[in-house]
DNA sequence: GCAACCTCTGAAGAACCTCTGAGCGACGGC
DNA sequence: GCCGTCGCTCAGAGGTTCTTCAGAGGTTGC
């Protein structure tokens, strides 16, 4: 049955090489987390923490997509970004910022192609927007578009639409991304950790039943009456499946 | 005496070398007993006590991965996580914590790759995380995937799910460990007291018939009504095999 | 500034799991 | 065949984990 469970991703450009992707910020932590959810969603990963080793590092690296935070300590994010799409002519780039900063400024920056996100974000919120923008730069190998399926619940993510056995279903934005983790992880358990983890913003820090909440959330508006397909896994976490199986 | 059983484990990574782990714990009891269970899995061991002898340890011995305490006597776990991945580029980090520790935010750790383990956790558990991690960052040589088979009884470990002879199973967390344990060791006899140090937690003092127990809920749930695979050797343990033999 | 909506906290109850105790049955030695 | 030991299982106490309600506080859009 089941055989290749979550490709340990086979992501790669149309070329069928890997995909490259920068990520240039300098906080250290930060930095750690998002290579290393990349790296896990099968990106090549490379980091700098001020923008003149990113410049150089880019120059060889060549990469893809490049993450890249508004406020470096050296050079001003928007130098950065000239300069790279001088030396690269396609790369899609995806900004960091902070809430009240210049989203004025940024919107106009983004009509380019690019996109950013504003901090705290949440793991999801930016490994969803970097799909986006490779999706629409035509750069992605996407095997199934930008529909999700499991079972006969679909969510199309540019439309943010979920429809469940032709039922449309209205979520909010933290159901969505919920449902989202959940719908890229199907017939995985998947523990609370993991889910506060990706689901939620890195800077969240309070102990609390969150999760949970948001599961029962989802459970009224995806399984109700319906055979449900979320299922608790006592003492673990929660899987998504089909209901066959 | 003993003949090839449970190889040795073949365990080594994608380039053929033996995998290496480094433990670090500053409770010698506990050190000896996790190094040894896992060089019982074919790992390369070293252990160091605090985080400055596991850096310097870590310089030179280049594990693949690493359980490591958070509470250290010399250097908090977060600064020891972060000087191992500035030096290892790719190693796989299981975390050991007080289970109270977890609510002041282990945060992002997950997200990042790794992950954790709460005190006081069994040996299984244990084992069962790393090799979770090393089959995510692709390092592992898995001869067949993440599914445990024994005669017609199927095990996913990432979907927890059990099937025998086409019938899902339900089972509790320690019923699935138990299960877990025994079909690691098929046709092998596994005494009380063995199952007992790997299936429970190391702290568990109350000498009892749990096992027995708990032996008892997996046949009803495995067994029923089909040809028995769980078999009693009395005076010694117990041994799953397949109907055959 | 108001209304609608969303996110999170607290708390209570439900569901579930683990382990203990105890009785009974099975097995093996003699 | 009898007896002692070992193993099996029932039943239930006690603890843990999950679910959900209700509501405070914040945000968004008008």
Redesign the pocket.
Known sequence: MHTHRRPPSPLHGADGAPLRVLVIDDEPDLTEVLSGALAGEGWEVRSAADGTTALALARTFRPHAVVLDWMLPDIDGLQVLRQLRQELKTVCVLFLTARDAVEDRIAGITAGGDDYVTKPFSLEEVLARLRGLLRRAGMAYEPDGDQLVVGDLVMDEEAREVVRGGALI??????FELLRFLMRNPRRVLS?AQILDRV??YD???????V??????L??KIDAGRTPMIH???????VLKPESS
Do not use: A
Request: proline share 0%; hydrophobic share 25%; charged share 30%.
């Open positions: 209205d979520l909010s934005r933290t159901e609370k939620w913003s969240f820090g309070g102990r609390s039943h969150v949970e909440l948001y599961i029962s959330y459970r009224k608790t896994v006592r003492g673990v976490g929660y």
